[in-house]
């Protein structure tokens, strides 16, 4: 029986759609135009949001040595961060910091572009401005977070293998090793997509397991990479995984089946505010991703079929680990994507496409205008609008007052309400211990407090003590954001729209 090769191209346009063969050369004009799109959407106003606790996070741990630096992401993925050194300092701006981020984000576009010539060149393009419009992709290659460099390396790693399988040639598989390396320090969780490489080998050569031999010496050397790490950061990997919920687990695995799908989707512009969205994306996404599995099960060969494979692997293991969220699975995206564009071109009905592709990126471009106008996150610590609390305080403030700033996981906040305030005040941490002693202390010796609380405080319980003792309370409500799933439970299936997250306090 003959060695199991990539499918080869023939004159037929199925045959090159379909296989796992060489790219055709040359990029089209839709593609540089997708490009300029992703450039536009990701470079542009960078600062637009403050930034995000886990950013702040990965700015303070710029300013440690590079021994401290490790040890405290051990059980994290260090690459993006270790890099980020050699571009920021802890003094960098907003822009300056999410610029490699947004950068990688456009590249990746293309690296898309070129992996999914291999079902055909219309697909390619199609699925090149998906990637360029992809809110849940857009929204993370605009933050100073590893997720935009993982996705990247996971492209590579797919070339390399692609290419191996159909060249052999020595340094492709190098390349796979050091990719798929450099893509699990980049994001421990893209292991899910190794998973599924692996996976696909094994059914590639289902019929001459003798054939292995190199990509069984292939993955072994990517293990032997990856193994140090994991070693020093097994334990705090595994606790970190076991003790967080992430994207509606708390709810369910079927809850977090249907959040984690949607969010993959249309980013996370999925919850009640945002109720015109979310059905027509479910909708128009759920048949074209339907289309293109029964497509790459039919097959069962080739480049569908690697894509489908990688969309189970990854989308199962997200579900199994409760600490998995949308972010950490971003890797699956041009896979994911890929499905999506598989049935828009293929689907042989023209008015199915049309309307298809209408409901697709329309709930893509919808979204993507719900980001920039801060309705589309479903976690209150993205939006934190510090620049419009900074302002609220600089007006009023006074030599001598008090500013209290709350947030009971740590002195987070204060750092980030430092990083935007120019002020004369000095910001404090409330220690929750003890707070009633901090703010009555406070009041005796300060003209004027300003108490500014976040959600996991007990803010309500700090207003209802505050009018027991009489005292006067000016309340301004900032971030009318909720958690998705706590707001249907609380406030119906659209919500109130009344709650917010960070009351500032003017005592």
Same mark, same amino acid.
């Given at each position: 029986m003959s060695e199991p090769t990539a499918p080869k191209l023939t004159t037929s346009h199925r045959a090159k759609s379909e296989g796992c063969g060489e790219p055709r050369r040359g990029t089209p004009f839709g593609v540089w135009a997708a490009l300029a799109a992703a450039a536009a959407i990701r470079l542009t106003w960078l600062s637009r949001w403050p930034l995000w606790v886990d950013e702040l996070a990965t700015l303070q741990r710029l300013g440690l040595s590079f021994a401290e630096h490790l040890r405290a992401m051990r059980g994290n993925h260090p690459l993006y961060e270790i890099l980020l050194r050699l571009w920021a300092s802890p003094g960098s701006g907003d822009a300056w910091l999410r610029l490699p981020s947004a950068a990688l984000g456009v590249l990746?576009?293309?690296?898309?572009?070129?992996?999914?010539?291999?079902? #055909? &060149?219309?697909?390619?393009?199609?699925?090149? +401005?998906?990637?360029?419009?992809?809110?849940?992709?857009?929204?993370?290659?605009?933050?100073? &977070?590893?997720?935009?460099l993982a996705v990247a390396l996971a492209l590579l790693s797919h070339l390399a293998l692609l290419g191996a399988l159909r060249k052999r040639k020595a340094w492709l598989y190098g390349a796979y090793i050091v990719a798929t390396a450099l893509m699990v320090y980049a994001n421990l969780l893209t292991c899910a997509v190794w998973a599924g490489q692996?996976? =696909?080998?094994?059914?590639?050569?289902?019929?001459?397991? &003798?054939?292995?031999?190199?990509?069984?010496?292939?993955?072994?050397?990517?293990?032997?990479?990856?193994?140090? +790490?994991? #070693?020093?950061? =097994?334990?705090?990997?595994?606790? +970190? %995984?076991?003790?967080?919920?992430?994207?509606?687990?708390?709810? %369910? &695995?079927?809850?977090?089946?249907?959040?984690?799908?949607?969010?993959? $989707?249309?980013?996370?512009?999925?919850?009640?505010?945002?109720?015109?969205?979310?059905? =027509?994306?479910?909708? #128009?996404? /759920? $048949?074209?991703?339907? +289309? /293109?599995?029964?497509?790459?099960?039919?097959?069962? %060969?080739?480049?569908? $079929?690697?894509?489908?494979?990688?969309?189970?692997?990854?989308?199962?293991?997200?579900? @199994? =680990? @409760?600490?998995?969220?949308?972010?950490?699975?971003?890797?699956?995206?041009?896979?994911?994507? /890929?499905?999506?564009?598989? @049935?828009?071109?293929?689907?042989?009905s023209r008015a199915w496409r049309v309307a298809l592709g209408m409901v697709v990126f329309g709930a893509m471009i919808a979204s993507n205008v719900n980001y920039f106008l801060g309705c589309e996150f479903a976690d209150a610590d993205m939006v934190t609008p510090w620049c419009e609390i900074v302002e609220t305080v600089e007006r009023a403030e006074k030599p001598g007052d008090a500013l209290l700033i709350g947030y009971r996981m740590d002195a987070g906040a204060r750092d980030m309400f430092a990083r935007y305030y120019t002020g004369g005040l000095t910001p404090e941490h409330i220690d929750f211990d003890r707070w009633r002693e901090q703010i009555s202390e406070a009041e005796k010796t300060r003209s004027q407090v300003f108490l500014l609380l976040h959600d996991g405080d007990p803010w309500l319980e700090v207003e209802d003590w505050l009018r027991d003792r009489g005292r006067d309370v000016e309340m301004t409500p900032f971030q009318n954001e909720e958690h998705t799933l706590e707001r249907i439970r609380e406030s119906g299936l659209f919500g109130s729209g009344e709650a917010y997250y960070s009351p500032l306090y003017r005592l």
């Open positions: 990746t576009v293309y690296l898309t572009w070129r992996l999914l010539l291999r079902l #055909g &060149r219309r697909e390619a393009a199609i699925g090149a +401005w998906l990637m360029a419009l992809s809110p849940l992709h857009l929204m993370y290659s605009r933050m100073a &977070r590893s997720y935009s692996i996976v =696909f080998l094994l059914w590639f050569f289902r019929r001459r397991w &003798r054939r292995l031999k190199p990509w069984i010496l292939t993955q072994a050397a990517a293990a032997a990479l990856v193994l140090p +790490w994991m #070693g020093y950061s =097994f334990v705090g990997a595994v606790t +970190w %995984g076991s003790d967080t919920q992430y994207t509606a687990r708390q709810y %369910g &695995r079927a809850a977090k089946a249907a959040y984690q799908a949607l969010t993959l $989707c249309v980013g996370e512009t999925v919850h009640p505010l945002n109720p015109w969205i979310v059905p =027509f994306a479910a909708a #128009g996404f /759920g $048949c074209a991703l339907a +289309w /293109g599995a029964l497509r790459a099960l039919r097959r069962r %060969g080739g480049m569908p $079929c690697y894509l489908f494979t990688q969309v189970v692997v990854v989308y199962a293991s997200g579900l @199994a =680990f @409760a600490a998995a969220a949308a972010k950490h699975l971003a890797a699956v995206l041009p896979a994911w994507l /890929g499905l999506v564009a598989l @049935a828009l071109v293929r689907i042989r």
